[in-house]
């Protein structure tokens, strides 16, 4: 079975007050996000991965070390990656549930200074890649920063929120301040019950 596009769960300009246009939501999700569909679809016609569950595909095709992955693995996992980018964000104010502050507050001192550190690993990644908020295996929650689409799920961790720092996610809006643009994700984009939900 073939993957496809998910339909935004919201509209293209539904985040346009927060910082994030209706044009930067039309090149990123129906262009850059489509070809990674499109272009996995294809590769993994007719091999093994055919039929598979995506998460499958990103922890099977993942190789520890690598300079260059292949490309099924690039175009499943920023496939993933985008899935979850796209639903931990959303429209209108939506306050931290008490028990996400609790954790955040338990693993980093405080909200402010897990979004400093956020920001900041967001803002070290040289070049391409993604800023997470991540459940270990033995349940501690970290921040931890990846090159390229590599994910969480390449080393068993969960999830819990996935800020994109490839240039196209912020280019149309915030032109070369990456900084400013992870600062207005942490403060007026992040949808915080879709990201205590995965806890």
């Known amino acids: ?3 496809t596009l998910p339909e935004l769960p919201y509209a293209h300009d ?3 007050d927060l910082g994030m246009s209706r044009e930067t939501l039309e090149f990123h999700h129906d262009i850059h ?5 499109d272009n996995g679809n294809k590769l993994i016609a007719g091999t093994e991965w055919e039929g598979q569950s995506l998460d499958a595909i990103v922890k099977g095709t ?3 070390g690598a300079v260059a992955q292949s490309g099924i693995f690039n175009n499943a996992s ?9 639903e931990v964000m959303g429209p209108g104010q939506k306050s931290m549930p008490s028990e996400l502050e609790k954790a955040l507050t338990e693993s980093f001192g405080s909200v402010e200074k897990f979004k400093e550190d956020f920001a900041a690993a967001g803002a070290a990644q040289f070049g391409s890649g993604w800023a997470w908020l991540v459940k270990d295996a033995g349940g501690a929650l970290k921040i931890t920063k990846t090159e390229n689409g590599v994910n969480p799920l390449c080393f068993n961790e969960t999830a819990l ?3 994109d720092v490839w240039e196209h996610s912020y280019y149309i809006d915030f032109r070369n301040k990456r900084p400013a ?4 994700f942490l403060e007026k984009l992040v949808n915080w019950e879709a990201v205590a939900a995965r806890m």
């Open 62 to 64: 993942y190789k520890a």
């Open 161 to 163: 929120l996935g800020c």
């Open 14 to 16: 539904a985040l346009a």
């Open 33 to 37: 996000h489509k070809a990674y569909v």
């Open 78 to 86: 920023q496939h993933w990656n985008h899935n979850l980018f796209w």
């Open 181 to 184: 643009y992870l600062s207005n």
């Open 1 to 3: 079975m073939a993957f």
